[in-house]
């Protein structure tokens, strides 16, 4: 775990969600990643909303870290929604050429539930 404490992941039906309020350097962003790919498989869920609302910046470092989680996350069987990304990083991102293919991003917590539930309900009407 990191010095600033766990980050929580939360179970919210067959979803998980979390909330990343402190910076992912080197260490803290290992244990985020090995934190979540375990509650996966203990909880089963196939869904992953990671909610950034709560970071002020976010760097090529941050994204990849979030967009490597959001992958192995799906190789788990969870699809993965980043939330509360803020336009200046949106912007920053983009002017640095990184765009975090694999991941899908929405608006906040709400909306990436919503977009998971929806999928999940469709997925189990066409199997």
Same mark, same amino acid.
């Given at each position: 775990?990191? +010095?600033? =404490?766990?980050?929580?992941?939360?179970?919210?039906?067959?979803?998980?969600? @979390?909330? /990343?309020?402190?910076? &992912?350097? #080197?260490?803290?962003?290992?244990?985020?990643?090995?934190?979540?790919?375990?509650?996966?498989?203990?909880?089963? +869920?196939? =869904?992953?909303?990671?909610?950034?609302?709560?970071?002020?910046?976010?760097? @090529?470092? /941050?994204?990849?870290? &979030?967009? #490597?989680?959001?992958?192995?996350?799906?190789?788990?069987?969870?699809?993965?929604?980043?939330?509360?990304?803020?336009?200046?990083?949106?912007?920053?991102?983009?002017?640095?050429?990184?765009?975090?293919?694999?991941?899908?991003?929405a608006l906040d917590? #709400?909306?990436?539930?919503?977009?998971?539930?929806?999928?999940?309900?469709?997925?189990r009407r066409s199997?």
């Open positions: 775990m990191n +010095a600033h =404490g766990p980050i929580p992941i939360l179970r919210v039906g067959s979803n998980l969600l @979390t909330t /990343v309020h402190i910076d &992912l350097h #080197d260490t803290v962003a290992e244990a985020f990643q090995q934190d979540v790919l375990l509650a996966i498989e203990r909880t089963g +869920a196939t =869904g992953l909303v990671i909610d950034i609302t709560g970071l002020e910046e976010v760097d @090529t470092y /941050v994204a990849r870290i &979030l967009a #490597d989680t959001g992958r192995m996350a799906k190789l788990m069987g969870a699809q993965t929604v980043v939330v509360g990304m803020r336009p200046e990083v949106a912007a920053t991102l983009i002017r640095m050429g990184y765009m975090m293919e694999g991941v899908e991003t917590v #709400d909306e990436g539930l919503t977009l998971l539930i929806e999928r999940q309900a469709k997925k199997t």
